[in-house]
């Protein structure tokens, strides 16, 4: 069960003097129970990328397709896909319009024709993920605070139940405890067996948290593999506009040096190999 | 998916041109009286004037003939609406009939008349929008208005209310589709079933964007507070309008032309 995306390429306005290649072959899988990290810096093509996973923009060229579902018009499967794949995107708070929480989240599940007991069982779980009590069912989205009302938005995705989430640069405009807060429930996620998608220009977050990290440069998928085996390359190759981790640097300077200590991104990994090389 | 993503409203082409230079008053008004004068005329020599007229005009500007011929394209049906009705509902000589429509000469006539009339306003005031930003325009009402101030007429306020609205068209527009998107991707379906039940759907999307509109518009009065705005008593301008010979030239030559057209078509009589 994965998203499978084979040589991608997205054309915004064919034909038109506006015309650019936003996405230029693409290639990647994501499969359900991992996490995987879209980095690219600005007008990469990673917004344009998620939204073609879940058939909000379809491919110029190439395909994508969902557990097998090939993502096209026609034969209901772009609805079929869209529930399967949650998108949520940068400032989803932005899309709160209901009187209340609770029927905020219900509005995803409700059109997607969840049956009465079911839907409420779905929005009070995602409710619950996202730490949102039932003091606040009642209250007006709009009453709530920046945190909560991003927290809100994501819970309206979850409660659809999608097998993936892709998730637009999720920690935009959070501050630190509430960016924590919102990587712990996307891990949670995680473990609960959903492929989660996470568009990024963090490196160092990506580094960190992602099983397998996709690199955009371009619009083309330049670089895809575990962190680990691509960090190696990535301090090599110095892709525009994207900031690697002073630790990695770090690390691959004392290598050059002559050191012998692992490329890392974890400064209790690299604290040790210095450590060991001193005989302590 | 078929989104916002082919409006043009205040097509403005930015290019180097004769026509761009001009003041935005002189070609305002200028256009004021050709309107006028493309009214007034009647027969063949009038419109081959200001047929003439007007493709020196886009030579001049320097701008794509196909953007030009496509400012017609949102009302062609209107024109082509009008051409018909005057075709068929115009009495006179019959000269070709088909069933209970009947053509007749006076009819292809006015048609001709009405087309080729709606079709040059149409490109005329075209021209205008697509060789002067619509900033320019909006110092340029504002500097006509002026005189009208003494009787409490606030032209400042006006052309800043119109500069602020169009500079916020392409944003609102990525805003719709970004949210329209946002409720697609949870399930809304936004383009099926009858008109109500669309304008019901239409709710989650109509609702955000009002909030977005207000926390905007909220943001831009603070930054222009910020900024000391205090409305149009004493500011001065960056690119204060300024009236050159050239101006005076080129308002003179359209008026006399406007004149000219008229009176001429006046002395040719229709076949």
């Known amino acids: 069960m994965s998203i499978a995306v084979r040589d991608l390429v997205h054309i915004y306005h064919p034909g038109s003097p506006l015309q650019t290649r936003a996405l230029d072959g693409v290639t990647f899988e994501a499969e359900k129970g991992s996490w995987v990290a879209v980095v690219g810096h600005t007008g990469s093509g990673k917004s344009t990328l998620a939204q073609h996973l879940n058939g909000l923009l379809l491919p110029t060229e190439g395909s994508v397709s969902v557990d097998g579902i090939q993502v096209r018009h026609g034969e209901g499967s772009l609805r079929l896909v869209r529930q399967k794949v949650g998108l949520v995107f940068q400032y989803p708070e932005q899309q709160l319009f209901e009187e209340t929480v609770f029927k905020e989240v219900s509005f995803g599940p409700r059109n997607w024709g969840f049956q009465a007991d079911h839907l409420e069982k779905s929005v009070e779980e995602a409710l619950e993920l996202v730490g949102i009590g039932r003091d606040l069912y009642e209250a007006s989205p709009f009453r709530l605070s920046g945190g909560q009302k991003r927290r809100v938005a994501i819970a309206s995705t979850l409660s659809s139940d999608p097998d993936y989430l892709v998730m637009d640069e999720p920690t935009a405009g959070l501050d630190s405890p509430g960016r924590r807060q919102l990587l712990g429930l996307l891990s949670d996620l995680k473990k609960l067996g959903k492929g989660i998608i996470h568009i990024t220009h963090d490196m160092e977050l990506a580094l960190g948290l992602a099983d397998t990290i996709l690199v955009l440069d371009e619009g083309k998928s330049t670089l895809w593999g575990p962190p680990g085996v691509i960090l190696g390359e990535l301090l090599e190759r110095d892709i525009r506009g994207l900031v690697i981790p002073d630790l990695v640097r770090f690390a691959g300077r004392l290598r050059d040096l002559g050191f012998e200590v692992p490329l890392t991104w974890e400064p209790k990994a690299l604290a040790e190999a210095i450590g060991r090389s001193h005989g302590r | ?271």
């Not at chain 2, 020196?56 to 049906?77: D, E, H, M, N, Q």
């Open chain 2, 1 to 271: 998916m078929k989104f916002l993503n082919n409006m043009t409203l205040g097509q403005y082409v930015p290019v180097e041109s004769p026509v761009h230079h001009l003041d935005p008053r002189c070609k305002i008004v200028a256009v004021l009286f050709c309107l006028v004068g493309i009214f007034m005329v009647r027969g063949p020599l009038g419109f081959t004037m200001w047929g003439l007229f007007f493709l020196a005009l886009v030579g001049a500007s320097r701008i794509p003939a196909r953007l030009v011929l496509s400012t017609v394209k949102p009302v062609w049906i209107l024109v082509a609406f009008t051409a018909a009705i005057h075709l068929f509902f115009t009495g006179g000589e019959p000269v070709f009939s088909w069933g209970i429509l009947e053509v007749t000469r006076e009819g292809v006539v006015m048609a001709a008349r009405m087309g080729l009339r709606l079709m040059l306003l149409i490109m005329f005031a075209g021209l205008l929008t697509l060789t002067t930003s619509p900033t320019e325009l909006a110092d340029g009402l504002e500097s006509l208005f002026s005189p009208f101030r003494r009787f409490g007429f606030p032209s400042h306020e006006l052309a800043m209310m119109m500069t602020i609205a169009l500079r916020f068209i392409p944003t609102l527009l990525n805003e719709t589709e970004r949210i329209m998107k946002a409720q697609i991707a949870r399930g809304a379906e936004l383009e099926r079933g009858g008109p109500l039940k669309r304008l019901r759907a239409f709710i989650p999307v109509l609702v955000p964007l009002f909030v977005i509109v207000f926390q905007r518009a909220d943001d831009l009065a603070t930054a222009m507070e910020a900024r000391n705005y205090t409305g149009g008593e004493g500011r001065t301008r960056m690119n204060p309008l300024q009236w050159t010979t050239g101006d005076s030239a080129a308002f003179a030559f359209s008026l006399l032309f406007s004149f000219a057209a008229v009176f001429l078509d006046g002395r040719v009589t229709l076949p």
